[in-house]
């Protein structure tokens, strides 16, 4: 069974930063590739990031409205991964989880980032 624990979240200001983590206890973690997910009130699930495993060598993708301002990173010894988010923006306020692309995939129950004034 395979845990995903979400850290870091809460209340900043528009143009502030937060720095998210995700704890994973799967073994293997670094073969796998991870990601962040948002859910917005009254909107659907959007990707925020993914960055693959060893075999892929690293790479990191990111969602449109997130691009140049959030930077997805992993710690394979320490079995961690991470969202650093600059600049943020009240259109940032959602729910975060993180995901790991393992089999049907597992998820974190998710994390609260608010930006408002």
């Known amino acids: 069974q395979v845990q995903l624990v979400e850290s870091g979240g809460g209340l900043v200001q528009p143009g502030g930063s937060l720095r998210l983590s995700c704890a994973a206890s799967?073994?293997?973690?670094?073969?796998?590739?991870m990601g962040w997910y948002r859910r917005a009130p009254g909107k659907q699930r959007e990707l925020v990031a993914t960055?693959?495993?060893?075999?892929?060598?690293?790479?990191?993708d990111y969602g449109d409205s997130v691009k140049g301002r959030f930077t997805i990173s992993r710690d394979n010894d320490k079995r961690m991964l991470y969202l650093q988010m600059t600049s943020l923006k009240p259109d940032d306020t959602a729910v975060y989880y993180c995901?790991?692309?393992?089999?049907?995939?597992?998820w974190g129950q998710g994390i609260q980032v608010t930006v408002s004034s």
């Open positions: 799967s073994q293997s973690f670094s073969v796998y590739t």
């Open positions: 995901y790991q692309r393992r089999g049907a995939g597992y």
């Open positions: 960055i693959t495993g060893d075999i892929g060598g690293g790479y990191a």
